[in-house]
T-cell receptor
């Protein structure tokens, strides 16, 4: 299995620009998670989906952030407009249906907003 | 609100010594606890998953214990090697929070040859 795939691996953009991060979960997994990791705050859950439906978006910092999952094999996290404080590593993870299963993480996207 | 703490934040040991990594959590009503390894600039690799009904889980040189009542888990790595140098994170899945993982801050481990 290819594991969770994320793109791009690195993104450098200027403040005010739109940023789109992409994720392909492991085939057969019906949960998908978006996390953000910073030195100050560690790993934080932003949002998660079950069967392509957003279940909990309470971690999304503000309206500039949005996430979609149009089908079982693809999800996007969009930031518009981006700000320097959004600089972080963004991880996507997936897991099977029940709470007993492990979460598997992608390699992450390192975002730098200048 | 669930809080997960990992102490110490960093640890340095000589090669061959056993590693003991600690994780504590405030809400004992958990489904399970997962240990991860993170190498610099990389994603998280799942090491062990312990269900709330289990006391321990083993994989090779790794052994993780869980004491739900006291809100503690310990990851033991036997006969450490330089390749074990990484950051180790624990995360809990709380019953009241659905399928969300709450992470500790991690312990950064350096194994010196």
């Amino acid at each position: 299995d290819a594991g969770v795939i994320q793109s791009p691996r690195h993104e450098v953009t200027e403040m005010g620009q739109e940023v789109t991060l992409r994720c392909k979960p492991i085939s057969g997994h019906d949960y998908l998670f978006w996390y953000r990791q910073t030195m100050m705050r560690g790993l934080e859950l932003l949002i998660y989906f079950n069967n392509n439906v957003p279940i909990d978006d309470s971690g999304m910092p503000e309206d500039r952030f949005s996430a979609k999952m149009p089908n079982a094999s693809f999800s996007t996290l969009k930031i518009q407009p981006s700000e320097p404080r959004d600089s972080a590593v963004y991880f996507c993870a997936s897991s099977k249906g029940t709470l007993s299963y492990e979460q598997y993480f992608g390699p992450g996207t390192r975002l730098t907003v200048t | 609100k669930q809080e997960v703490t990992q102490i110490p934040a960093a640890l340095s040991v000589p090669e061959g010594e056993n590693l003991v990594l600690n994780c504590s959590f405030t809400d004992s009503a958990i489904y399970n606890l997962q240990w991860f390894r993170q190498d610099p600039g990389k994603g998280l690799t799942s090491l062990l998953l312990i269900q709330s009904s289990q006391r321990e889980q083993t994989s090779g040189r790794l052994n993780a214990s869980l004491d739900k009542s006291s809100g503690r888990s310990t990851l033991y790595i036997a006969a450490s090697q330089p390749g074990d140098s990484a950051t180790y994170l624990c995360a809990v899945r709380v019953k009241a929070a659905g399928n969300k993982l709450t992470f500790g801050g991690g312990t950064r481990v350096l194994v010196k040859p």
